[in-house]
């Protein structure tokens, strides 16, 4: 690699998020006593994170675009539940979960065209409009659906895809053995990176959700249909949100309608301190992936360090002002 070769990737601020996962993924290894690089707890790591790594990417393109979403747990949650209700009640999902999946995208992309149509026809302010919206949904699962919790009645399509494995790592344990499976459900992650960074950096579909949140104004000017991006925009990312909340269903073998209230706390920092704005117009999938991964990180290696789960808040705090301060200063220097 040459000096101009590695002097453009250090002005990126996804390298020093893949340098401190790095770093701090090697400190967090030695301080608790070789359990962190090792495959059973890898593939533990890895499987927290398909469902909140495509959450992160559906509120990466949200911010990207200047909005900000904080509804996608509520739609994810009515979704799978709806979904979830649907199957049990007329005997789906034996064997196979796609009818339960195609349910759930469907309910989340409804509920995700409310989103747009309410942002993209009236201007608001997007993190009230998801706020708003966010309370309807879990008021719409909790009081008026009275949505239950399924869990040791859940059809056997979800269990089965939910325990499917690509490889399975086995180690002793004083005299028993324990194994731990690298869950199939990564693919799913590994597509929607690929098609999410597909999107942003070669389709004119992406360019737009960059314009727009650069300048919006100066977008509309361009040619960019503002308000048709948008509804697009936050429809497909309900769906999306369908998706990744009965994979949730899947990968814990239980839909609890109540499960996902206040993911948006984990997510949000994530995204942000993977170099979104909170300004709109900048965010990749490379720097949201690797915050993610920090964030799940620490996350599971608090309890073997022996640190107590409530100091997760501060940490996530902490980002996020972090991210803010970040955002306004680079929002600054663009604007001289």
């Not at 453009?8 to 400190?27: D, K, N």
């Not at 927290?48 to 996608?72: E, K, R």
């Not at 209230?261 to 990749?284: D, H, Q, R, W, Y």
């Amino acid at each position: 690699m040459n000096k101009s070769s590695l002097k453009r990737m250090t002005r990126h601020a996804e390298f020093y998020i893949f340098l401190v996962l790095v770093v701090l993924s090697i400190i967090i290894h030695f301080a608790s006593n070789g359990q962190l690089l090792v495959p059973d707890k890898i593939f533990t790591i890895l499987r927290a994170m398909v469902v909140d790594g495509i959450f992160a990417l559906c509120s990466l393109v949200i911010m990207i675009s200047g909005g900000f979403d904080l509804s996608f747990p509520a739609i994810a949650a009515l979704s799978y539940s709806l979904a979830t209700t649907i199957c049990l009640n007329n005997g789906w999902c034996s064997t196979n979960p796609i009818a339960g999946f195609l349910l759930a995208i469907l309910f989340g992309f409804i509920l995700g065209m409310l989103n747009g149509w309410i942002i993209a026809n009236f201007k608001l302010n997007t993190m009230l409009v998801t706020l708003g919206t966010q309370t309807v949904f879990t008021g719409l699962s909790m009081g008026v659906l009275k949505l239950k919790e399924i869990t040791s009645t859940l059809p056997g399509g979800f269990k089965a895809l939910g325990t499917a494995s690509l490889m399975t790592y086995t180690k002793q344990v004083g005299s028993r053995q324990v194994s731990s499976d690298l869950s199939v459900t990564i693919f799913f992650l590994i597509i929607f990176c690929a098609l999410t960074s597909f999107v942003l950096n070669k389709t004119m579909f992406g360019r737009a959700l960059y314009a727009i949140g650069g300048n919006e104004v100066s977008a509309e000017r361009a040619g960019y249909n503002v308000k048709r991006i948008k509804f697009i925009l936050y429809s497909v990312v309900g769906a999306v949100s369908g998706f990744a909340g009965m994979l949730r269903v899947c990968l814990t073998s239980q839909s609890v309608p109540k499960a996902l209230v206040g993911k948006e706390m984990t997510i949000i920092p994530a995204v942000i301190l993977g170099g979104a704005s909170i300004f709109g117009g900048e965010g990749s999938v490379f720097g949201t992936i690797c915050a993610m991964a920090i964030i799940t990180v620490v996350s599971n290696s608090m309890i073997v360090l022996g640190i107590d789960s409530a100091w997760q808040d501060l940490f996530k705090g902490i980002i996020i002002l972090i991210g803010i301060t970040v955002s306004a200063v680079q929002a600054k220097r663009r604007n001289g």
